[in-house]
């Protein structure tokens, strides 16, 4: 009877010192398999925040920036701003080839060192609101005013086509603008006129520009009837290329030095 008793007392002696070891063994792995703090912080993915293009931001550096502003009656347009200076040079569109017409000649504007703006009216590209050739001139002026407010408050207009328009009735209306250039527009489109006032009206230095064979332009009648006795007139003879697609043709060299001799004129 003693020996089984001192047989179960061994027994359970061992079985408790076993029971021990395996416990210190599970709390000894426990914290071995637990990363610090520190660890987990650097095996996290750093990730870099994506800032979407603003009017608000800058314009520290050269661009090009995206922007979207506003019209006063609240139609959303789209923009590329490009460049440094002080003086800002706005490239109003034509009909239907769009701000993408601009876009090379907007990066060697910029090169010689002023701000460019080009935009998209209200319903073309991506601008918003319904296509109304009446509007141009509200979306240039949305432009000149967002280009004052964040960049440059002196401004040059070049405008093609309906952008040229458009840029004859600003230039008349707007103080500021230091010279106009009109190429390939006509005097109307659709409901869209300009008058004998927006062209007596102009007190800024002008140059008109068109091609012989282009049949869609008044650049001629229009630069007879236009104010202001230092403005200049230039008609491209055999070619029957209109607004910005005059920049992809055989003139293109002698387009882009009188468009850029003419802003650092005005620019002075």
Known sequence: MRTHRLLFTLSMSLFLMLLGACSDGESQATPQATPSIQETEEAAPTLQPTLPPTATVPFSDDGPWEINFTTVDDATLYGILYGQGDVGVILAPSYPNGAEGWAPFAEEIAAQGYRVLTFDFRGQGQSKGERSFADAPADLDAAIAVVRENVAERVVLIGAGLGGMASIRAASQNEGVLGLVVISSPRMIEDFEISDQ?????????LWLGTRNDMLHNIEDMYEAAGR???????????????????????????????LEFIDQVAQ
């Open 229 to 259: 006795a230092d403005k200049q007139f230039w008609i491209y003879e055999g070619s029957s290329l209109h607004g910005t697609y005059i920049l992809e043709g055989a003139d293109a060299p002698d387009l882009k030095q009188r468009l």
């Open 198 to 206: 927006d062209l007596s009206g102009l007190k800024v230095p002008s």
